[in-house]
């Protein structure tokens, strides 16, 4: 036992001393204090023990295994974050350093505490692009995105309250050894082992399995800048955390960690190396909704970066289409005849404990109707989708200064219920600049079982024509639609797209190789760029 203490201690030092050296000898990167150094330690430290878990049945659920392949380990890396960035300095170049240094507190949350112990700000652009096989203790923090430190170090002080979000988490005071927290009952024997590897000492701290703590990254409120770098205005830009609060989930304690995190069954090891049997090990899935994103960090790994195996990437999109699939939203459907037409109504309803689609607001649902005759012909479609990614029929798509309604019957193929959100700029100009956006022009995303629209605060408002469709209520919305009279079968999917076409297409504008790379991996993904999350078919009697 003494010598493989003596052991992991000495591999620490050594890794952290190679590591500080490499940053040092690198002129392109800043090499962070020794203090700043040691607020962190990156994920290879700690999955080193918390790997290797399997339950009774088999199933490997291997904490550093299930991470490194999600949206948390490669928010970093991510694409689109790095093509949106770089529109944002250029829309705003005088507010270049600002603005890398804010998108950090969440995207490269590591990096920019050790930039601000050292009393500079963080430098995420000349991070780009990653290099895996970088040792430079600067790079690891950056490219280590959301990593096991971050998460495990917010402490309970101001969680839930605006000081803590925007990534404005607090962490325990620099005096005395590091804490690290974590929901279990912490024996004493094992407390060395961590602390000789990473330098942490172990927390029981119930407050990591409560919403409050994911809320500090998910939700962001962003400021509108002039063309002077002044500030003409507020978007409360996502909102997690306060729909889950005015909805019936949070009544019911039903947390973020819950849906996202789910329990593993029945008593588990924790840790690989003298790890104890545990009720309540939480998978580290963190499974959302961009499937896409994680398909496209699979596919341009050498490109990004990236360190996850595919087949780990396999298994995150799988699960996180499992659950849009399974428990994200549901489609009903009635038809009637009438003597010159068919009249049918669908009910989408939200699964979600939040607005549907919820987060970065690039993010779209929408029905596709399609009915045929009795020789199977179509002749009525409503929300079909392109290969290059656009729906038929929605302004927004076909020009990106105007944008579809909200609506509560449909009568013609060119018009489809979308549920999304339209920024729009101080002048009222639609926009898909997040720092030029100060209102919603549109927002009638699904809302989750128990909101109440009349008694929402501003910002989970809904906007536009829904908040006067009195059909457009918590969990649900109904759409009427006029069918031609010989319709005889009619096919309904609820679609969901994590970038929509025109989030996409107005980076075409930014000469830079983020937003063109991008645009790249969008153009060759387009075509499965969307999925169906509820389907339902019928006949007309």
Known sequence: ??????????LWVVATVFSSSAAQTDPHRPAPSPQAAQLFATSDDCVACHNSLRTSDNEDVSIGTMWRSTMMANSARDPYFQAGLRRETMDHPSLSAEIQDECAGCHMPMLQRAAHADGRKADVLSQLPFRAESSALEDRLAADSVSCAVCHQISSDRLGTRESFNGRFAMPPDNGPRQIFGPFTIDAGRTRIMRSVTGFSQTEAPHVRESALCATCHTLYTNAHGPGGEVVGELPEQMNFQEWQHSAFYQEQR????????????????????????????????VGGNFLVLRMLDRFRGELGVVALPREFEATVRATVRQLETATAAVTLRSERQPDHVRAEVDVRNLAGHKFPTGYPSRRAWVHLTARDAQGRVVFESGAIGPDGAIAGNDND?????????????????QVQIYETILGEPAGVVTTGLLRASSYLKDNRLLPRGFDKATAHTDIAVHGEARNDDDFVGESDRIRYRLPAGTAAIEVELRYQPI????????RAYDAPEPRRFLGYFSETARDSSIAVAHVTGTVE
């Open 1 to 10: 036992m003494t010598r493989f203490l003596v052991l992991c201690a000495a």
């Open 255 to 286: 947390s973020c960690q819950s849906c996202h995190m789910p329990d593993v069954a029945g008593r588990t090891r924790i840790a690989s190396v003298l790890g104890e049997q545990r009720e309540g090990l939480s998978r580290h899935l963190f």
């Open 398 to 414: 076909a020009n990106g200064a105007a944008f579809e309604a909200h609506y509560d019957e449909i009568e013609r193929p060119d």
């Open 500 to 507: 929509a076409f025109r989030w996409a297409q107005n980076l």
